[in-house]
Each structure stands twice: as C-alpha cells, then as structure tokens.
C-alpha cells in the first residue's frame, strides 16, 4: 500500500503489516496500541491453531506414545492432548519446528528437520493470504476500525511475490530495522536462550555443511542443537537483512527500532508512519 502521509492518515480504517526479525519489538508494539480499535493479528497464531494444528498434536502424541501409562491411556481415548496456543503463548509451534541435530539431546534427524520446515514455510504463505478475510472479519464481525498484522520473523525468506503483493495491496507493510547494539543484543539471546528458526533449505545446506567442517563432526547425529542453532543465527540475520530491506523498498516503508521504542499510543504510531511515509 503505497500513498501520502495525508491520504494514510485521513484512512478511517488502516491496516498494518508489522515487518521484523522475531525479538525486535512488533508484539510489544501491538500491545500499546488501544485494544478496542486494533484487531491484532498474529501470523504465528494462525499457523499453530488452523495450519499445523494437526502436526502439532501428532507430535505432542507420538512423545506421549512412548510412556506406556499415557500410551494405555491414549489407546483406550481415556485422555484426549490439546494445545493451548495464544498470542503470547506460541510454544508449541516453536516446539514442533524443532532443532536438527541429536535425538538424543532433543534434536532433529535432517529430513524430518526439513519435513517440518516445509509445512511450516506452507502454513506460513497460507497464514498471510488469510489477511485480507481477517481485515473484513474484524471490522464487519468484531468492529475493530483497524488492523494489525503481526507477522512472523520469517515472513522475509518465503521469496513468494504473491504473499507480498497481497500483504501490500491490503496493508500497508512497516519494517522495523533493528541498529548494531540490538542486533547483539539479539545474538546473545541466541547464545543463552536459542530458538527454533526457520531456514532456506539452501542456507541450511551450505551452513550445516561449514559447521560440521569448522566443529570436525561427520554426522548431523553428533550436532548439538543448541550449539548449531547458537552459531548460525548471526549468519541468519546477516542473511535475513536485505531480505527485509528489498521488502520494504519495493512495498512498504522502514522504520528504525529507536523510534518504536519511543512509541506511546497510537497517535506516536500513526505519526511515525506518516513521517516514514514522508521519508520514503
């Protein structure tokens, strides 16, 4: 969505994409805004409770299947597993992404690992095609007046031009550029605390090849998950950035961290879009 920071602020009823990596602040942000004239979107909700709901569950199950008291139980349907995936809450889609490397330490086998990258990046194309049903439903079922799409860390590596176009004819799609100090700030939570990330599968390829090079390991069985998934994400931020950037250039518009941070309310936000608008 492209227009003027007059036409963007005179809109009686704006959408928002929020663009970012995960950790940048984008559902920080939503929470600042008023509740009862924002309907917020999560992109990664909308994956765990209608796109890998199934996959989720499966998982969970097939942990469960090898203790014989759950096992007996879950035969006989004297139990039933659900997830309790919220906004603030998205472990489970987090769990089912998984780390590759050893069983044993929690890790991943490489294909299963890919398997669940592909339904993950499926689900994830789907969740943001979703979008524009979404801006209808909020208004004219919940009467929200605007909209805010809080988007997945990883909405960059789809390389889908129609997710884009769609995104951007139906929102108007604000990059959160991170500066040096949050970048480490980042990276070093990725040290004490990694995630599951979603890779490429050529970037997976060509930097699991390097790491078990540079650590002298013959086999994705011997990877520590934590320490591959520690080592690789400044390498995946680096690479994730002018993915960001073509973004926002050929859709949207940036904004820096430093600025959100000063974000109070809504008038903040509204005014720091129109003065990206401005820049742009």
Known sequence: M???AKEFKSLPNKAITLLGMSGVGKTTLANKLDRAQWFHYSGDYRIGTKYLEEPILDNIKAKAMKIDFLADLLRTD??????NITVNNL??????LGKVGNEELGGLELQEFKRRQFLHRQAEIYAMLDVPEFIGKAKNIYGYPNFLNDAGGSLCELCE???YEVLSEHTLILYI???DE???TLCERAVSHPKPLYFQEEFLDKHLAVFLEEKNISSINEVVPDEFGSWVFPKLLEHRKPLYESIADQYGYTVS???IQKVRDEKDFIDLIAQAIKNN
């Open 2 to 4: 492209k227009l003027s």
């Open 78 to 83: 004297s139990i039933y597993i659900c997830s």
């Open 91 to 96: 472990e489970p889609v987090s769990t089912f």
């Open 161 to 163: 031009p129609e997710v």
């Open 177 to 179: 550029r991170a500066d």
């Open 182 to 184: 949050h970048e480490q």
């Open 257 to 259: 961290l430093h600025d």
